[in-house]
T-cell receptor, first 113, second 113 residues
Framework: LAKTTQPISMDSYEGQEVNITCSHN???????ITWYQQFPSQGPRFIIQ???TKVTNEVASLFIPADRKSSTLSLPRVSLSDTAVYYC??????????????FGQGTELSVKP | NAGVTQTPKFRVLKTGQSMTLLCAQD?????MYWYRQDPGMGLRLIHY???????AKGEVPDGYNVSRLKKQNFLLGLESAAPSQTSVYFC????????????FGPGTRLTVL
């Protein structure tokens, strides 16, 4: 499973766009990039997943450059309720290894008024 | 549809006591997982199951046992609790190993004195 590196913490203000970058230099051909969000005292929640280029859903966008050695989670116009820890994970969801996920330390995003 | 539920929500044990944490899911998911999360750290996989009657070790299995007698339930047991097992425990499930979308429970906060 590829190792990921992301900033430990970030600060932002309400209404701003937040971009969290994750580095995964050893990403394998079959690996996908997945982001989870965790609020205090709750379990993580799936946000978005992608393989290459750009993926967008109602919550966020995920940008993946051609070499796939990094990815950027973009949260548009954040609010106080977006304060959470964001985890970047890299793995092959179709490889029969029990669907195991490796969570790093994550990025603690603090949104201020 | 309750999703993933965990029982109990909080528990305080004395060193050497035993207990069982219950995870239940009503989504007919095949795969289930137990994680622990310690302050300032990401989640670490303890044990997992790829189907009823099966279990496998994760990253930090020592001191824990699990059972999956019914598809909807995944039990985590501590035979002789130690202070190092003070943590927040999360259960998760997923339809199969072919996805990185895991659904997490609300967590159990365990303190071992």
């Amino acid at each position: 499973l590829a190792k990921t590196t992301q900033p430990i913490s970030m600060d932002s203000y309400e209404g701003q766009e937040v971009n969290i970058t994750c580095s995964h230099n050893n990403i394998a051909t079959n690996d996908y990039i997945t982001w989870y969000q965790q609020f205090p005292s709750q379990g993580p929640r799936f946000i978005i997943q992608g393989y290459k280029t750009k993926v967008t859903n109602e919550v966020a966008s995920l940008f993946i450059p051609a070499d796939r050695k990094s990815s950027t989670l973009s949260l548009p116009r954040v609010s106080l309720s977006d304060t959470a820890v964001y985890y970047c994970l890299v793995g092959d969801p179709f490889y029969n290894q029990g669907g195991k996920l490796i969570f790093g330390q994550g990025t603690e995003l603090s949104v201020k008024p | 549809n309750a999703g993933v539920t965990q029982t109990p929500k909080f528990r305080v044990l004395k060193t050497g006591q035993s207990m069982t944490l219950l995870c239940a899911q009503d989504m007919n998911h095949e795969y289930m997982y137990w994680y622990r999360q310690d302050p300032g750290m990401g989640l670490r996989l303890i044990h997992y199951s790829v189907g009823e009657g099966t279990t496998a070790k994760g990253e930090v299995p020592d001191g824990y046992n699990v059972s999956r007698l019914k598809k909807q339930n995944f039990l985590l047991g501590l035979e002789s609790a130690a202070p190092s097992q003070t943590s927040v425990y999360f259960c998760a499930s997923t339809p199969s190993g072919g996805t990185d979308t895991q659904y997490f429970g609300p967590g159990t906060r365990l303190t071992v004195l």
